[in-house]
Antibody, heavy 121, light 106 residues
Framework: EVQLVESGGGLVQLGGSLRLSCAAS????????MSWVRQAPGKGLEWVSY????????YYADSVKGRLTISRDNAKNSLYLQMNSLRAEDTALYYC??????????????WGQGILVTVSS | SYVLTQPPSVSVAPGQTARVTCGGS??????VHWYQQKPGQAPVLVVY???DRPSGIPERFSGSNSGNTATLTISRVEAGDEAAYYC?????????FGGGTQLTVL
């Protein structure tokens, strides 16, 4: 059974930093691209970032470019999102998602349950 | 950038057919994917590549895509289908979601 479990969320001050983790199991992690998708309270879905299976290619949404950094450790079956210079508009539930695409983001066939990040002034 | 437009809400009686649309410029040239999200839960993929269904998704869920509109069709709607539905496409090296449609089962 595919499982994606996010951790590391919480309350952080404006301009602060946070590191999210996603532990993957039930599939060959090193064979899949992965994405982070977020959802602000009461709002729709917003794609954040994508990383290829090897970690060699990365893409970001314009809204987070230069502040959020995606990475992965295939030996640990883990995906990460380093979040710096956080803004109020980064407040959201962050989902880790397995991506069907492995050259670029495509669609998301499995999702974690999400982890809440709240940026407060 | 690329914009996907969905109606905010759709209502349907049980047993009837619900159609959720997703508008975008020449969207028929792209592959469209659909997600169902129930309150407090993560999204679930219900249709990919315009009209394919992942394993475990009922045949009542189907999709089509042509011209400037993609459509998710839910036949014989059940109370358990009440949820938000999002369309999604790949655009360049990013992903675009529609704003979501809340399906209400009357």
């Amino acid at each position: 059974e595919v499982q994606l479990v996010e951790s590391g969320g919480g309350l952080v001050q404006l301009g602060g930093s946070l590191r999210l983790s996603c532990a993957a199991s039930g599939f060959t992690f090193r064979s899949y691209g992965m994405s982070w998708v977020r959802q602000a309270p009461g709002k729709g879905l917003e794609w954040v970032s994508y990383i290829t299976s090897s970690g060699n290619t990365i893409y970001y949404a314009d809204s987070v470019k230069g502040r959020l950094t995606i990475s992965r450790d295939n030996a640990k079956n883990s995906l990460y999102l380093q979040m710096n210079s956080l803004r109020a508009e980064d407040t959201a539930l962050y989902y880790c998602a397995r991506d069907y695409g492995d050259l670029h983001p495509y669609y998301f066939d499995y999702w974690g349950q999400g982890i809440l990040v709240t940026v407060s002034s | 950038s690329y914009v996907l437009t969905q109606p905010p809400s759709v209502s349907v009686a049980p047993g009837q057919t619900a159609r959720v649309t997703c508008g975008g410029s020449n969207i028929g040239d792209k592959s469209v994917h659909w997600y169902q999200q129930k309150p407090g839960q993560a999204p679930v993929l219900v249709v990919y590549d315009d009209s394919d269904r992942p394993s475990g998704i009922p045949e009542r869920f189907s999709g089509s895509n042509s011209g400037n509109t993609a459509t998710l069709t839910i036949s014989r709607v059940e109370a358990g289908d009440e949820a938000a539905y999002y369309c999604q496409v790949r655009y360049s090296n990013s992903v675009v979601f529609g704003g979501g449609t809340q399906l209400t089962v009357l």
